[in-house]
C-alpha cells in the first residue's frame, strides 16, 4: 500500500472482517483512523491493535443507518486530528438467503437503511468535510454485482431546473459514469470544480478477469457458431444440387478370373 502518511481516515464497519484488515493496513501505512463500528467491543479491540503498532486511531459508535450517527463520525475525525483526508464506507448488513418474493419486507428494509441510506448518510457529511479542505478520497464495498445502463445527467426538461445537475454536465471535467471502478464527481461549480475520488472497491481486478474470460468465451461461440451455419449452408446447397443417379444391371465379364472369382453370370448392382 502507498504511503499514507499525514493522512485522516475513517472506516466504518471497521470492527471485523474487511472492515479491521483495511484498518490495520490504512494504519500501518501512517494513515490516522477512525473506527465507526456498532459493536464497541470489536471496535475497540481494532483501536487496540492498531496503537500496539504504534499508529494512532480511536473508535466512535456509530450504525450507519441514522444520519446523526455518520455526521457524529466525521466531526469525531475533526476534533481528534482536524481534517478528514479518506474514508472506507464499509458497513453492510446481509439479508435472508431466500428468493425475493419469499423476503419479510421489515427484514429487508433494513437492507436498504444500512447499505443505501447509511453509504449516502456517510458520504454526505464526508463530502463536505473533504471540501472544505480540497478534497479527498472515497472507497466504499458493494455487495451485489448487477448489469446495469448509467447513461449519466442528461440536459431535459426535467434536469433543467435543478442547479446541482446542472453544474455537473456543464461542467469542464463532468462525470465519468457507466461500469468504470474509478471515477470522479463535481459537487461544485462548472468554472472551479472540486473533486472527490471515489473507489468502488469489490475486488475489481478479480470482475474485469471474470469479465475478460465470459467475453473470449462468448466470442468463441459465436465463432462456433458461425463456422457451423456455414457449413450447414454448404452442405444443403450441394445436396440440393445433387442430382439422384440411375442404377443399371451390369453382368460381370466371362474370364477365367471372373469364373474363379464366382463373378459370372452374376448380376451386380452399380451406379453409371
Known amino acids: 500500500m502507498a504511503s499514507l502518511a499525514n493522512k485522516v481516515g475513517i ?4 470492527g471485523t472482517g474487511i472492515g479491521r484488515a483495511s484498518a490495520l493496513a ?9 473506527i465507526g463500528n456498532r459493536n464497541a467491543k470489536l471496535g475497540e479491540e481494532v483501536v487496540w491493535a492498531i496503537e500496539q503498532a504504534d499508529c494512532r486511531a480511536v473508535f466512535q459508535v456509530t450504525d450507519v443507518s ?5 455526521r457524529t463520525l466525521v466531526e469525531r475525525a475533526v476534533k481528534e486530528f482536524g481534517r478528514l483526508d479518506l474514508v472506507f464506507n464499509n458497513a453492510g448488513a ?8 419469499e423476503q419479510d419486507i421489515d427484514k429487508a428494509s433494513v437492507l436498504f437503511e444500512v447499505n443505501i441510506k447509511g453509504v449516502f448518510y456517510c458520504m454526505k457529511y464526508e463530502i463536505e468535510e473533504m471540501l472544505r479542505t480540497g478534497g479527498g478520497s472515497m472507497v466504499y464495498t458493494r455487495g451485489i454485482r448487477v448489469n446495469a445502463v448509467g447513461p449519466g445527467p442528461v440536459e431535459t426538461l426535467l434536469f ?8 455537473v454536465v456543464n461542467s469542464p ?3 465519468s459514469t457507466g461500469s468504470q471502478h474509478k471515477h470522479e464527481d463535481t459537487f461544485t461549480g462548472p468554472r472551479q470544480p472540486q473533486h472527490v475520488e471515489i473507489d468502488e472497491n469489490v475486488n475489481a481486478a478479480a470482475e474485469r478477469d471474470d469479465l475478460n474470460q465470459l ?7 459465436t465463432r462456433e457458431r458461425d463456422v457451423l451455419t456455414r457449413t450447414a449452408a454448404f452442405l444443403i446447397k450441394k445436396r440440393k444440387s445433387k442430382q439422384p443417379m440411375p442404377l443399371t444391371t451390369v453382368r460381370a465379364p466371362h474370364t477365367a478370373r471372373a469364373h474363379r472369382e464366382g463373378f459370372a453370370g452374376k448380376p451386380s448392382r452399380r451406379r453409371a
Open 160 to 167: 433543467g431546473g435543478m442547479p446541482a445537475v446542472a453544474s
Open 215 to 221: 467475453r473470449a468465451a462468448l466470442a468463441a461461440l
Open 26 to 34: 490504512m494504519a500501518k501505512a501512517g494513515a490516522s483512523l477512525v
Open 66 to 70: 441514522k444520519p446523526d450517527d455518520a
Open 173 to 175: 471535467r463532468g462525470v
Open 94 to 101: 446481509d439479508g435472508e438467503q431466500v428468493p425475493l418474493h
Open 11 to 14: 472506516v466504518t464497519g471497521g
